[in-house]
């Protein structure tokens, strides 16, 4: 069945949405994107991610397309057309449509475009079994701070890492990990610390990685923000990820070697518990 997607103030089919060739996010990847969880119909700390593309925004000196109020009423009139009980809402938000030229001119009408796709979160066979990941170097642009939709390094990683029979890669950079491909990367150490990389422009700021750092230091977990290698992460007692869609899931082989006993552990899975027990009661 056709979604309904939304480009540019209209509500449209899927098949008559229509972008032009000319917009600045096709020719140079000028764009900012959000992917925001929707569980019960709900939306997942909507605050975090409007907050978030308000800064990326900032950063390239890009103008907002709108305010926050009227993108949360599109984010829910596409939650209503569409039926959407769970999955995501993908939005993009780019310089807009110009002659080609590296320099733009000022002034220019951003392109807003938003869709859903329907996806189960909350049941997912990746975080019963666990994730496998390879370590490959990290050769994204050095402000992986701002959420682009230049994502052509982390779609190669990927696919290295599924070329090898894994699931991700976990990106390394001066010997330390950055982060996943499309996600923050965390270890539990053997004594039972919570470790996850500082924030830095080296890094996405994960409106997930946020969440579970409030809710572990909540629930009295130890916690440190700081960079780690995959050398100590093969030997941590547990390894996790976290994303908007994928909430926290487990890491349980790193580089061909297990993760601890190499199965999920019960710090990430409590934690996912939590993250999924918390968010359903704040989403809007
Ligand atoms: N890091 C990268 C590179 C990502 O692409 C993402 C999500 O897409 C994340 C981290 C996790 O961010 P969030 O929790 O806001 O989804």
């Not at 899927?14 to 900012?32: K, N, P, Q, T």
């Not at 890009?62 to 939005?91: F, K, Q, V, W």
């Not at 572990?216 to 994303?243: G, H, L, N, S, Y």
């Amino acid at each position: 069945m056709s979604r309904t997607v939304y480009v540019n103030g209209a509500y449209l089919p899927e098949e008559e949405a229509r972008v032009s060739i000319f917009d600045r996010a096709f020719l140079f990847a000028d764009g900012v994107y959000e992917v925001t969880s929707v569980i019960d119909g709900k939306l997942v700390d909507f605050a975090g991610h409007a907050r978030r593309l308000a800064r990326s925004l900032a950063e390239l000196d890009m103008p907002a397309p709108c305010s926050e109020d009227e993108l949360l009423a599109i984010h829910r009139e596409l939650i209503r057309r569409n039926g959407l009980t769970e999955g995501m809402i993908y939005l993009q938000v780019t310089r807009g449509a110009a002659d080609r030229d590296f320099a733009w001119s000022e002034g220019m009408t951003p392109t807003l475009v938003l869709f859903t796709q329907a996806r189960a979160l909350i049941d997912s066979p990746a975080a019963e079994r666990g994730l496998k990941v390879i370590s490959l170097e990290d050769l994204r642009w050095g402000r992986r701070d701002i959420k682009t939709v230049q994502l052509l390094y982390p779609s190669m990683a990927k696919m290295q890492a599924k070329a090898r029979g894994k699931d991700d890669a976990w990106l390394v950079e001066d010997g330390f990990v950055t982060e996943g491909t499309s996600n923050n990367a965390w270890i539990v150490t053997r004594d039972g610390v919570l470790v996850t990389r500082d924030l830095s422009n080296r890094i996405l700021h994960g409106i997930t990685r946020a969440a579970v750092l409030r809710f572990a230091r909540e629930a009295q977990m130890r916690v440190e923000e700081r960079p780690f290698t995959i050398d100590e992460a093969k030997d941590a007692a547990e390894a996790f990820v976290t994303a908007a869609t994928t909430f926290v899931t487990p890491v349980v082989e790193i580089d061909d070697a297990p993760v601890g006993d190499g199965a999920p552990g019960p710090v990430a899975r409590r934690l996912r518990a939590i993250y999924i027990e918390e968010s359903r009661k704040a989403a809007i």
